[in-house]
C-alpha cells in the first residue's frame, strides 16, 4: 500500500495524492489570484463559498493556494470515479476530485465527464494538495472562525462527518464586488476530516 509523506498508509482512492502530486512553488509564494476580479495574498480569515453540484459550501482560506479554470483532467488508470485525473498548477501536478462523486456518485452520475471548463479550487495540508472541482466561486468573505457555530450532523446526509460547523454570512457578488444584502446560512467543510475520508476510501 501506498504512504504519504509521514508515512501513514494511502488507500488506492488516495494513492493519486501522494504519488502523483506535488507544488513546485512554495505555498508561501502561491497568491490567491481571481485574475482581474480580485488578488489576496494568503486570505486566511476568509472563508471561500463554492457551489458543488447545487449547494452552497465554505471553504477555510488557511488551507487555500488558488483558483483557476480547468481544462480536461489527464485521467488515471484505475482510480474512482471521485478523482477525475491529473492537472497542472503553476509547475505542479495536482489530481483533481469531485466531492459530490465522492460522497453520492449515483445522485450526480455525469459529473465525471462535464468536468472540463469548470473551476478548480487549489487546497492543502500539510504536504497533501488537491484541486477540488466546483461549479462555481460565489463569493471570498472575512470571516473569524471564532464565529463558527455548530452544525447539526444529519446521518442521512450524504455529507455526513465532514462538516466543521456553519456561518451565517452576508454574500458579496463576486462580479460587481458588492453585498448581495442576503443573509445565508453556508456550512463549513471540514477540510482535514474530508481529506482523511478520501483516503480510506469513503466518507465517514
Known amino acids: 500500500m501506498s504512504k504519504t509523506a509521514d508515512g501513514s498508509p494511502v488507500s488506492p482512492a488516495l494513492a493519486p495524492l501522494s504519488e502523483h502530486a506535488h507544488l513546485a512553488t512554495p505555498p508561501e509564494m502561491i497568491r490567491w489570484d481571481l485574475g482581474e476580479r480580485a488578488t489576496l495574498d494568503r486570505p486566511k480569515e476568509r472563508l471561500a463559498v463554492v457551489r458543488i453540484a447545487g449547494r452552497n459550501i465554505a471553504i477555510e482560506g488557511r488551507f487555500s493556494r488558488g483558483v483557476q479554470a480547468l481544462g480536461e483532467p ?108 442576503r443573509m445565508e446560512v453556508v456550512p463549513v467543510l471540514d477540510l482535514p476530516a474530508t481529506i482523511a475520508a478520501l483516503r480510506f476510501g469513503e466518507p465517514s
Open 74 to 181: 489527464t485521467a488515471i488508470p484505475l482510480t474512482p470515479e471521485h478523482i477525475l485525473g491529473l492537472c497542472h498548477v503553476r509547475g505542479g501536478i495536482l489530481p483533481v476530485v469531485d466531492l459530490a462523486l465522492f460522497v453520492d456518485p449515483a445522485a450526480h452520475h455525469g459529473r465525471r465527464s462535464a468536468a472540463s471548463g469548470r473551476t478548480a479550487l487549489v487546497l492543502q495540508i500539510d504536504q497533501e494538495a488537491i484541486c477540488l472541482c466546483v461549479d462555481e466561486v460565489i463569493a471570498f468573505e472575512p470571516f473569524q472562525m471564532d464565529r463558527l457555530q455548530a452544525r447539526d450532523d444529519d446521518p442521512n446526509d450524504p455529507w455526513h462527518g465532514l462538516w466543521a460547523g456553519q456561518a451565517i454570512l452576508e454574500l458579496a457578488d463576486l462580479e460587481v464586488g458588492e453585498s448581495s444584502d
